[in-house]
């Protein structure tokens, strides 16, 4: 009889270790989870286009992992990992935002890239057709020819804002795509000033004639 | 039923004896609480931010992995039951590496801000010498490269500037290096055009062409003409006296010295007017023609030719002329006035007047003086 009741205790020992042990394991599988999350979130490029979001979630991740290795170093009957999985699912869900949220970033950057290009190239666009408008003569020949030069490296400087939206360098390029424009736009200006100037120097000629003929006339 | 009380008083004493004991136990765990690592973590997370890992690499890598080994041995002393939990060394670390962090954290940032005025100082002599270059480009009429390089180093140096506000050091400091580039080679076109005007020899030779003919205008209380490039001004003498200036245009290349026909550049030398035109016999109102070229133009002209310096098919030119049409345009190497100065200055001269025109007559002119700045390291 004591027999029976030493190997039921013993069994009973054994079962209850084990039970204990089976719900004490890792969680590896959230642990992988929430490592893939947060990879994947860095390769389409949350450091560089959310770098504040990234080092927090990469921090979430990390205190996930330490929580883990807290339980690890338990006695296995006191190990406990249920708030380590909650903090790894949270990492997880953390990473699957950041990764979303990059790709938003990226796109709304690469877009914004793209209208300042247009804008740019535009701006050169009317810096030709104004210095098409200027007023031609030797008076003016090494203005035009100043400018002409000016323009010439506007648009010698463009394809640098093509070649920086395809390496993916977007800030780089909507900062070279805005200089050129500011430029453009100088051009476009200093035609216009030239124009006026010369008009203005037309209409006072031709004032100057009309007055000389009305004191002939008396 | 003997047992029972037996059991109960046991457990009475038992819990009177353990009650304190327990107290005791933890009485007795005097170590410090677990270190807040927020703190260092939130240090990390700055140094992380302003790119610690470029600034002080290994300096950063000891601070994370000094970190790391202080979560770590905070987490062992977690891992422990509670009553052997000791934080008393964890706790000295975590001080050491928050005094560490803070350390590397100010030292950075005053590495980051040098490195910014370092940038802005270079952005700002960039920018003086961009207007130096631009200013001396259209006076000297440089031309269409010039121009271009200039303006492309003018992009780069807004681009840096943008770089810079979004604290974009490295690629600030590339932009500022490329402009500088572009900048050069912009000043080296017109260098070369504008170094004749800082040549002490010339500028005696140009000396003594006026002084010689002051003397002349003097001797012989006839007018004589003096051109001077540089101030762009051309002054009328009597008798040796200055009675005549005004400002005048020269040609689209005329700080240049002719060379041949079409350069656009104006001559530079001693002359005589040979021949007057009226009102309607000049396209630009009433003209002055000059005896250009002269013996030493021919020289010059045929030098350069042997030296293939000039094309083969190239020709001297000629006409020449002290002309109206107002002195704001460019001419193709004559020299323009405002049809009311050309009035008064071609009743007071005659076939035969001397006109002298020379590059400067002053070191310190105008041309020398942007050259100048541009060399002292702009």
């Known amino acids: ?218 | 039923m003997l047992r029972l009380p037996i059991l109960s008083g046991f457990l009475k004493c038992g819990r009177a004896i353990a009650l304190p004991f327990l107290i005791f136990l933890f009485a007795c765990n005097s170590s410090p609480p677990q270190p807040e690592t927020k703190v260092i973590e939130n240090i990390d997370h700055e140094l992380h931010r302003i790119d610690a890992m470029k600034y002080a690499p290994a300096e950063y890598d000891k601070f994370r992995m000094n970190f790391r080994l202080l979560k770590d041995r905070i987490i062992q002393e977690e891992s422990k039951f509670s009553w052997f939990r000791d934080y008393e060394s964890a706790q000295n670390s975590h001080s050491d590496i928050l005094r560490e962090g803070e350390r590397l954290l100010a030292s950075i940032r005053e590495k980051v801000n040098s490195k910014k005025e370092e940038a802005y100082s270079r952005i700002k002599g960039l920018e003086e010498r961009a207007k130096i270059i631009d200013e001396l480009t259209l006076k000297v009429n440089a031309g269409i490269y010039t121009r271009k390089k200039l303006t492309m180093g003018g992009i780069s140096i807004s681009e840096a500037k943008m770089s810079l506000k979004s604290n974009e050091y490295d690629s600030a400091m590339g932009k500022i290096d490329n402009a500088s580039v572009l900048l050069n080679e912009a000043e080296k076109s017109i260098a070369s055009i504008i170094k004749r005007y800082s040549q002490s020899d010339l500028i005696n030779k140009w000396k003594d062409f006026v002084r010689d003919t002051i003397v002349e205008s003097k001797k012989k209380g006839i007018a004589a003409i003096i051109v001077n490039k540089a101030e762009r001004t051309l002054t009328m003498y009597k008798g040796g006296k200055a009675v005549l200036n005004f400002n005048i245009g020269i040609g689209r290349n005329g700080y240049r010295d002719k060379l041949f026909s079409g350069d656009g550049a104006t001559p530079e030398g001693r002359y005589r007017i040979i021949k007057k035109s009226g009102i309607g016999k000049s396209k630009y109102y009433k003209a002055l023609l000059l005896d250009y070229p002269n013996q030493d133009d021919r020289k010059e002209f045929l030098k350069a030719k042997r030296k293939g310096l000039i094309s083969n098919k190239a020709r001297i030119g000629g006409l020449i002329e002290i002309h109206g049409g107002g002195e704001d345009g460019t001419t193709y190497g004559c020299i323009a006035l405002e049809n009311h100065h050309m009035d008064e200055l071609f009743e007071r001269v005659a076939v035969g007047t001397p006109v002298t025109i020379v590059g400067a007559t002053n070191i310190e002119n105008e041309l020398s003086q942007g050259l100048k700045g541009l060399q002292n390291g702009y």
């Open chain 1, 1 to 218: 009889m004591k027999k029976i009741v030493k190997i039921l205790a013993g069994c009973f020992l054994i079962g209850l270790f084990f039970f204990m042990a089976g719900c004490a394991k890792p969680p590896t599988e959230d642990i992988d989870a929430a490592k893939n999350a947060v990879e994947s979130a860095q390769s389409v490029g949350a450091e560089k286009y959310l770098p504040d979001n990234a080092k927090k979630v990469v921090n979430e991740f990390s205190d996930a992992l330490d929580e883990v290795k807290v339980q690890d170093g338990k006695f296995p009957l006191f190990r406990k990992y249920d708030r380590a999985k909650e903090m790894l699912a949270s990492a997880k869900g953390s990473a699957e935002k950041l990764r979303a949220d990059t790709i938003t970033k990226k796109e709304e950057v690469k877009k914004n890239a793209l209208a300042a290009m247009e804008e740019a190239n535009g701006a050169i666009g009317n810096a030709k057709a104004m210095l098409e408008k200027a007023p031609k003569g030797k008076e003016t020949q090494a203005d035009i020819e100043a400018m002409t030069g000016d323009v010439k490296g506007l648009e010698d400087s463009l394809p640098d804002v093509q070649k920086a939206v395809d390496g993916e360098d977007y800030e780089g390029a909507i900062n070279k795509a805005k200089s050129i424009k500011e430029k453009a736009d100088a051009v476009s200006g200093q035609v216009q000033q030239a124009i006026e100037k010369v008009e203005a120097a037309k209409k006072a000629k031709e004032e100057a004639k009309k007055k000389k003929k009305g004191k002939g006339k008396k």
